[in-house]
Nanobody
Framework: QVQPVESGGGLVQPGGSLRLSCAASGSIVSIFFMAWYRQAPGKQRELVAS???????NYKDSVKGRFTISRDNAKNTVYLQMNNLKPEAAAVYSC????????????WGQGTQVTVSS
């Protein structure tokens, strides 16, 4: 089964930047959908950005123009470049990888903490 492993989280000042990475390990299969979700304390988990195998991307409206999602199929890795970070972006960011055709899967990483503070 595909196993997402996230990295790149940490502490950043408002206006700063971070790049998150999610590498897929385990069985090599076709990953149709790659996405980043986040969940802040006391709030529901929300979709931040997604990218499908053809390269089409989708973003939460509040991060458009500041966040960029990309994927490197050769490395089975998805990235989230986050620029001009705001305090409200502080959350645990989780990577989600999905495959549709057999063997279908919906795999989640453990998450990486992003803290935005002065």
């Amino acid at each position: 089964q595909v196993q997402p492993v996230e990295s790149g989280g940490g502490l950043v000042q408002p206006g700063g930047s971070l790049r998150l990475s999610c590498a897929a390990s385990g069985s090599i299969v076709s990953i149709f959908f790659m996405a980043w979700y986040r969940q802040a304390p006391g709030k529901q988990r929300e979709l931040v950005a997604s990218i499908v195998s053809g390269g089409t991307t989708n973003y939460k409206d509040s991060v458009k123009g500041r966040f960029t999602i990309s994927r490197d199929n050769a490395k089975n890795t998805v990235y989230l470049q986050m620029n001009n970070l705001k305090p409200e972006a502080a959350a645990v960011y989780s990577c989600n990888l999905r495959g549709i055709s057999p063997p279908a899967f919906n795999s989640w990483g453990q998450g990486t903490q992003v803290t935005v503070s002065s």
